[in-house]
């Protein structure tokens, strides 16, 4: 059953679908984790970037037998060592029929994110979401910022006029007053986009910080110092190299399994968190 075209949904329908809430902005987050590190020579026909979006969802990938043959599936854990460590996990599957044995605890290596980031950054678009709608409500008050002050039971005829220009329909009510006195008064909204987009940014900001990502645009509007933007590189360096140590321990670990397995970061990624460095270090290595 396909849905219907948007020209016939109602209007609280296509309402709906024009609003930017959280879930559109977890998906939104979900591609730029995935984007970060590339899964070469896996299971046939498997996207390079589906092992990503397994640990961006659930926090856990390993190795499940699926329909004949070895794939890679998130999961969730079972059990735990002293250390955190999963003892065993259970595999999720996001399609409709569920392979046989799925449903069973499953040993072996896996990558495991104590915490999942689809959890850690929900809340974040959640509030982010909120200042998109907050901003979309103000630019609404500043371009309509009138009532009508009349006397109480009298009819009086707004009539609107205006002409599309690139899809949109600037509108224009004019008053037409017979028997009534009626007058527009101004609601004195004011300007508050530019404190909504800078939280926008630094909510963006914080969510690719914990992805490892840097936002050189946000952290340059900051203000922040030499040595703040140094340890900023350095901290967003460390977290991506654990993150892809973990990977790649694990694709040796599997190599019984799914040989050629291997995971690259994407490019330039790696780069960016080592381009700041003290003038001093520069020298030094000159030398």
């Not at 709906?16 to 970060?36: I, K, P, Q, W």
């Not at 990938?61 to 699926?66: D, K, N, P, S, V």
């Not at 103000?138 to 371009?143: D, K």
Request: glycine share 10%.
């Amino acid at each position: 059953m396909t849905d219907r075209p948007l020209s016939i949904n109602t209007k609280g329908q296509r309402r709906e679908a024009e609003e930017l809430g959280a879930y559109d902005l977890v998906n939104h987050y979900e591609d730029v984790f995935s984007a970060r590190f590339r899964w070469l020579r896996g299971p046939e026909g498997m996207p390079v970037d589906w092992p990503e979006r397994m640990l961006f969802r659930y926090g856990l990938l390993g190795t499940a037998e699926a329909f004949g043959s070895m794939q890679l599936a998130g999961g969730s854990v079972g059990l735990t060592g002293i250390y955190g460590q999963p003892l065993n996990w259970f595999p999720k599957c996001d399609g409709v029929q569920i392979p046989d044995g799925w449903l069973q605890a499953h040993d072996g290596p896996t990558v495991h994110i104590p915490n999942v980031p689809q959890d850690e950054i929900e809340p974040l678009c959640e509030l982010m979401a909120d200042a998109w709608r907050c901003m979309k409500t103000n630019i609404m008050g500043m371009s309509q910022p009138v009532i009508i002050q009349g006397t109480v039971g009298a009819e009086l005829n707004v009539k609107e006029c205006g002409q599309a220009v690139d899809g949109y329909k600037p509108r224009i009510f004019t008053l037409d007053r017979a028997s009534m006195d009626a007058k527009a008064l101004d609601l004195g909204a004011k300007d508050h986009t530019e404190s909504l987009i800078k939280t926008i940014n630094d909510i963006d900001c914080e969510i690719l910080a914990r992805f490892g990502i840097k936002s050189a645009g946000t952290e340059k509007a900051s203000g922040v110092s030499p040595e703040e933007t140094l340890s900023i590189a350095q901290e967003l360096r460390l977290r991506l190299e654990r993150d892809l140590e973990i990977r790649r321990r694990f694709c040796e670990e599997v190599q019984d399994v799914l040989p050629g397995l291997r995971v690259e970061p994407a490019p330039g990624l790696m780069d960016d968190a080592a381009k700041t460095r003290p003038d001093k270090e520069e020298d030094d290595n000159e030398e």
